[in-house]
């Protein structure tokens, strides 16, 4: 790879989470129930796995279903399930042929039992894949994920023998390596569809440093031009992680230079 092309790729952001909002707005619209929009949102998630292949993305997680959706109406809730128990299925060969590895994060333990079926198919069908991880967070929560990662550390700390030192050290990387999520890269870019500006609990940890871009098209009607605005507007930001701007600058500059040494 040349050291231009090094270049372009800083600016290929490696995680991009999605909040896949206004499904029920888009059907609305269109005079159809909400879950059709549901249904024509998991046609998006669908295309949405090939725009990030080819714009050479390494993980998108996309907010299936939050700790606080269990509040809808049941009816909702079930066709969701069925949504996913029916789609996932599907998708399989297609992960298959595309080296694409599925995973979740959330509590999906109470879902029913033919969604976790699927779940279980497509993770271990796909376990393999290496070229893109596609996360759907279900059942997820981003404090939630916390609190457990908390609770596990507790847990351990009461095993501990100084416990003074086990408190005294504890760090963010380690609380982190409480939260059990093997794999997860830090988020660069989340975006949130359907003109809502909000995080709604996705992300909490791992968006400490995210890009945060947000898109006024219904997720129904979400476009591979829609996703490659989202990106360019990515590439032009400058990613300081609390340096100076100075910093950021300097070290653009040595880095593809040491990289082409
Ligand atoms: C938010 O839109 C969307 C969801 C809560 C569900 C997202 C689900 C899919 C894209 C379909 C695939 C299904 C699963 C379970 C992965 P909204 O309903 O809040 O829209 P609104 O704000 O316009 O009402």
Same mark, same amino acid.
Do not use: P
């Given at each position: 790879m040349s050291s231009s092309e090094d270049q372009l790729n800083q600016h290929v952001p490696q995680h991009v989470a999605i909040i896949m909002d206004g499904n029920g707005r888009w059907a609305k619209a269109q005079g159809l129930s909400r879950l059709e929009?549901?249904?024509?949102?998991?046609?998006r998630l669908r295309d949405v796995i090939q725009w990030a292949l080819d714009a050479g993305i390494k993980?998108? *997680?996309? =907010?299936?279903? *939050?700790?606080?959706?269990?509040?809808r109406p049941k009816l909702e809730v079930a066709g969701l399930m069925t949504l996913l128990a029916t789609i996932l299925p599907l998708e399989i060969s297609r992960m298959q042929d595309k080296d694409v590895r599925f995973l979740t994060l959330g509590d999906t333990s109470k879902f029913p039992w033919l969604a976790r079926k699927a779940l279980e198919k497509a993770k271990?069908?796909?376990?393999?894949?290496?070229?893109?991880?596609? +996360?759907?967070?279900l059942? =997820?929560?981003?404090?939630?994920? +916390?609190?457990?990662?908390v609770r596990r550390f507790c847990l351990s700390w009461d095993e501990a023998e100084d416990k003074a030192k086990t408190l005294a050290e504890l760090s963010p990387e380690i609380l982190y390596s409480f939260m059990q999520r093997d794999g997860v890269l830090p988020v660069d870019l989340l975006i949130?569809?359907?003109?809502e500006k909000r995080i709604s609990n996705f992300h909490l940890w791992d968006a400490a440093y995210a890009e945060l871009y947000f898109s006024d098209t219904n997720w129904p009607a979400y476009s591979r031009?829609?996703?490659?605005?989202?990106l360019d507007d990515y590439a032009s930001r400058e990613r300081r992680f609390g340096k100076t701007s100075e910093q950021v600058q300097i070290e653009e500059k040595v880095i593809p230079e040491e990289k082409s040494a």
């Open positions: 929009g549901h249904k024509q949102g998991a046609k993980q998108v *997680s996309l =907010y299936g279903f *939050s700790t606080e959706n269990w509040k271990n069908a796909t376990a393999k894949n290496t070229t893109m991880d596609l +996360i759907l967070c059942n =997820y929560g981003g404090q939630q994920e +916390i609190v457990d990662g949130r569809t359907g003109g031009d829609d996703l490659t605005q989202a």
